[in-house]
């Protein structure tokens, strides 16, 4: 989640600065056609984006499958039967439309270089991933596009996995990784700011006291889990 908000955020910091030194000159016509493409391939963007999130839900959208095994079957519909894996390859396709906006050459080769990776990533971390945990032996004609829809509960046709009760103040539980997560954050925010603004050197105190929690207590857990059966 963290790495999807950086990767927007450094994107729209780069369109603002190359807004604000100047777009290049061009005639009416060209602004005219330029922008409306630009603002249609943006719009489309979201819309992908938004269709596939519907289709396989926050747990698949966040990568739930890589950290947590749940049982399930594949299905794929709605946006998924009119482009392969659209989160990856029409769900960009604001990058394109941002660059004809702007009418920007770096931006273009920026958003060129960007969706790369994410196509890199795609063939090379995300469809291996899929194929190990859920296979493709249900049909014989499905793609391994079809896998990036993980159904657990069955809705209409759409497939979705359930993940109700995983983070809330709710439904309190000390086994669930969301909850702990949430309570710990709360606690900290209301802690720390009740007795003022923190300083830089706190700030970094805070920073490594949570990198040492991180990398020494889940490592230790983990270990556990994988040794002891936790």
């Given at each position: 989640?963290?790495?999807l908000?950086?990767d927007?955020?450094t ?15 061009a ?35 966040y ?19 009119l482009?392969p ?37 795609l ?9 190990k ?27 979705k ?31 720390i ?38």
């Amino acid at each position: 989640m963290v790495v999807l908000a950086n990767d927007g955020l450094t994107y729209i910091v780069l369109t603002v600065a190359i807004w604000l030194k100047g777009l290049a000159p061009a005639g009416v016509f060209a602004t005219v056609v330029s922008s409306t493409t630009g603002l249609a391939l943006c719009v489309f963007s979201i819309w992908s984006k938004a269709a596939a999130h519907d289709c396989v839900g926050d747990f698949a959208w966040y990568w739930g499958d890589f950290f947590f095994v749940m049982e399930g079957e594949l299905t794929f519909a709605g946006v998924y039967d009119l482009f392969p894996h659209p989160m990856y390859t029409v769900g960009y396709s604001a990058y394109y439309g941002i660059s004809l906006i702007t009418r920007s050459y770096t931006l273009l080769f920026v958003s060129l270089v960007a969706h790369a990776g994410q196509l890199i990533f795609l063939f090379v971390v995300e469809e291996p991933h899929i194929q190990k945990i859920y296979g493709d032996d249900d049909s014989a004609d499905m793609s391994p596009a079809a896998a990036l829809v993980a159904a657990g509960v069955e809705d209409g046709g759409v497939g979705k996995v359930s993940v109700d009760g995983m983070v809330g103040l709710g439904r309190p539980s000390m086994f669930r990784a969301g909850n702990v997560a949430l309570y710990t954050m709360v606690a900290l925010t209301v802690g720390i700011f009740a007795f003022g603004r923190p300083s830089a050197a706190a700030a970094v105190v805070y920073m490594v006291a949570w990198r040492v929690v991180q990398w020494g207590g889940l490592g230790w857990v983990l270990k556990a889990q994988a040794e002891e059966g936790w």
